[in-house]
């Protein structure tokens, strides 16, 4: 295999852990910490209203990369543009998927595009999975009901401010 079809791969592999998973047998999301969200943790029952995404205005973050796997899922982007930064790129992308899923067309990941996209999280043998046009994203959530994050070798929390993921960093 060649070196970039390796960071392909290896890519495509994170993307598809980005949002985490239900452990199996797990009952569904369990009740979570007072404030839980605002410590920079993305808590699963706060997507909808997860922080704003926008050109010019949204810092490099692991939030970032949870839309553009989002996109990726659904076919809008390669793997490769799993970035954490809120580029041209993806706000260009984040028209395209609005548009085709009845938004208004801005670019911006607010309430109502971070809610079509959590409607589109359901259980699979065990698992919740985002289900996405073109990939599965399976999620797990952290015993307060926080998404973590497969990355480098372990599951870890899934920052809303800040980059912890191996490949953005």
């Known amino acids: 295999m ?12 994170l993307s598809v852990v980005l949002l985490g998973a239900v ?4 009952g569904g999301p369990r009740a979570h910490r007072p404030g839980a969200g605002l410590d920079g943790v993305l808590v699963a029952a706060d997507l909808p209203a ?3 995404l926008a050109l010019g205005s949204t810092p490099p973050s692991d939030l970032v990369a949870l839309w553009q796997s989002v996109l990726w899922a659904d076919g809008y982007t390669a793997a490769s ?25 801005d670019g911006i990941v607010g309430p109502a595009t971070w809610g079509v996209a959590a409607e589109r999280i359901v259980p699979a043998r065990g698992w919740m999975v ?24 372990r599951f870890h929390t ?3 401010d800040g980059v912890t993921l191996a490949q953005c960093r």
């Open 23 to 26: 452990c199996a047998g797990a």
């Open 81 to 105: 543009a799993v970035t954490c930064a809120y580029d041209r790129a993806t706000a260009g992308a984040t028209r395209i998927w609005q548009n085709n899923h009845h938004l208004s067309p």
């Open 158 to 160: 899934l920052r809303t």
């Open 50 to 52: 997860a922080r704003q």
């Open 130 to 153: 985002y289900m996405g046009e073109r990939h599965g994203l399976p999620l797990r959530l952290d015993a307060d009901g926080a998404y973590e994050v497969y990355d480098g070798g």
């Open 2 to 13: 060649t070196v970039r079809g390796a960071r392909a791969l290896r890519r495509a592999a």
